[in-house]
């Protein structure tokens, strides 16, 4: 079955760029979705579509994807967006959704 | 504003059928051509894809979990629902339900998730 590879955790100061990966043999014909949970929360989604953000989601989060790799990408920081991060796909291949393993994001 | 809810059972106890319902509220779960979905979160991991059904009734499931998952659809109660047979330990988890458009399409709403603890 297909495979996401997410790392583990990700480190970065308010303020600075956080980006998140997301690998799976190529991905980059597949769509991508992304999601944020909070503890003890529902999962939010904040990427839909490889780079498509629904309405209420900050500009400064964002997605590519591209052949091997599909990448959320977090511009200027801030401490309300340390949570897990998750990456999604429909895999054609064997009919079901895919989750990545999750990236926990610690702002430091 | 559609809204998704969880219900059932906090507690099942091995090699029985757990069983969950999911209201929809809000808007008509048959009213438009989407998907409903179960994914579950064991505790301190990831997140895992059960199944999904069309609002017309047809489903897929996730191939490991096939052989014990059944999901079925109520239009008269707009209501979903999850039964998992046989439930191990393994099956201990916080199960959400969602909602997404397409197989492929994103899950754009989903419930609080409930717990489900598999004990004796």
């Known amino acids: 079955s297909y495979v996401l590879t997410q790392p583990p955790s990700v480190s970065v100061a308010p303020g600075k760029t956080a980006r998140i990966t997301c690998g799976g043999n190529?991905?980059?014909?597949?769509?991508v979705h992304w999601y944020q949970q909070k503890p003890g929360q529902a999962p939010v989604l904040v990427i839909y579509?490889?780079?498509d953000r629904p309405s209420g989601i900050p500009e400064r989060f964002s997605g590519s994807n591209s052949g091997n790799t599909a990448t959320l990408t977090i511009s200027r920081v801030e401490a309300g967006d340390e949570a897990d991060y998750y990456c999604q796909v429909w895999d054609s291949s064997s009919d079901q959704v895919v989750f990545g393993g999750g990236t926990k994001l610690t702002v430091l | 504003q559609l809204q998704l809810q969880e219900s059932g059972p906090g507690l099942v106890k091995p090699s029985e059928t757990l069983s969950l319902t999911c209201t929809v509220s809000?808007?008509?779960?048959?009213?438009?051509?989407?998907?409903w979905g179960w994914i579950r979160q064991p505790p301190g991991k990831g997140l895992e894809w059960i199944g999904s059904?069309?609002?017309?009734?047809?489903?897929y499931y996730n191939p490991s979990l096939k052989s014990r998952v059944t999901i079925s659809v109520d239009t008269s109660k707009n209501q979903f629902s999850l039964k998992l047979s046989s439930v191990t330990a393994a099956d201990t988890a916080v199960y959400y339900c969602?909602?997404?458009?397409?197989?492929?399409?994103?899950?754009?709403?989903w419930g609080q998730g409930t717990m489900v603890t598999v004990s004796s």
């Open positions: 809000g808007g008509s779960i048959s009213s438009s051509s989407y998907y």
């Open positions: 190529n991905i980059g014909s597949k769509s």
């Open positions: 059904i069309y609002y017309s009734g047809s489903t």
């Open positions: 969602a909602r997404h458009t397409s197989s492929w399409d994103a899950f754009a709403i």
């Open positions: 579509y490889d780079s």
